[in-house]
């Protein structure tokens, strides 16, 4: 059974940091991409940050400089450390993982909550 689980969400102050966690089973997670995906009330859900399973990485313009993403392959999770935080970043986080040229194996967690106070 695949499961995706996430943690280490909260409130925090702006200009605070936060290091999200994505525990991962049930599929052979150094083989997948890893993802981080926001979903802001009333809105999207959008891409945050992306690792390959080689550790090539990609953000969205908006975290570039103050997020990184990061796996460790022997624990199966990967990670979202989140520094100097504004209250635009306030979301819910998803933790997702891919696999395929048409990413046909597709899986997500339950989501984290992260509030940025101002």
């Known amino acids: 059974q695949v499961q995706l689980v996430e943690s280490g969400g909260g409130l925090v102050q702006f200009g605070g940091s936060l290091k999200l966690s994505c525990a991962a089973s049930g599929f052979t997670f150094s083989t997948y991409a890893m993802n981080w995906y926001l979903q802001a009330p009333g809105k999207e859900r959008e891409l945050v940050a992306g690792?390959?399973?080689?550790?090539?990485?990609n953000y969205a313009d908006s975290v570039k400089g103050r997020f990184t993403i990061s796996r460790d392959n022997t624990k199966d999770t990967v990670y979202l450390q989140m520094n100097s935080l504004k209250p635009e970043d306030t979301a819910v986080y998803y933790c997702?993982?891919?696999?395929?040229?048409?990413?046909?194996?597709?899986?997500w967690g339950q989501g984290t909550q992260v509030t940025v106070s101002s």
């Open positions: 997702n993982a891919k696999l395929g040229p048409f990413n046909e194996y597709d899986y």
């Open positions: 690792i390959t399973s080689r550790g090539s990485t």
